[in-house]
């Protein structure tokens, strides 16, 4: 059993950054592919970026590409998603998710096991 506490997100105004951070609780934290995904108002629950067990390997949708960067601390239990050049289009609830899979990435929801409560990111224009 995992559980997942993200940070509390923020207002923040477009061009302007903003890190989350999730906790993990549990002693096998390296054991599992970490991802984030958002969702809007009236849609689906969309995949934002993955990283892998050793933080090596990392892979983002195409709309945050060379925007957010995720990583990890295995020592700390905690993964990251740096969020920079944020768009109003960014606005939603932010969720971390836990996969118990190593190194096989997806970008599908129904694949991640474990989710955090979410925390919801607004981008002004």
């Known amino acids: 059993q995992v559980q997942l506490v993200e940070s509390e997100g923020g207002l923040v105004q477009t061009g302007g950054s903003l890190r989350l951070s999730c906790a993990a609780s549990?002693?096998?934290?390296?054991?599992?592919?970490m991802g984030w995904f958002r969702q809007a108002p009236g849609k689906e629950r969309d995949f934002v970026a993955a990283?892998?067990?050793?933080?090596?390997?990392?892979y983002y949708a195409d709309s945050v590409k060379g925007r957010f960067t995720i990583s990890r601390d295995n020592a700390k239990n905690t993964v990251y998603l740096q969020m920079n050049s944020l768009k109003p289009e960014d606005t939603a609830v932010y969720y971390c998710?836990?996969?118990?899979?190593?190194?096989?990435?997806?970008?599908?929801?129904?694949?991640?096991?474990?989710w955090g409560q979410g925390t919801q990111v607004t981008v002004s224009s």
């Open positions: 998710a836990a996969r118990r899979e190593r190194t096989f990435v997806s970008s599908q929801s129904r694949s991640y096991e474990y």
């Open positions: 549990g002693r096998t934290f390296s054991s599992y592919i």
């Open positions: 990283v892998t067990w050793s933080g090596d390997n990392a």
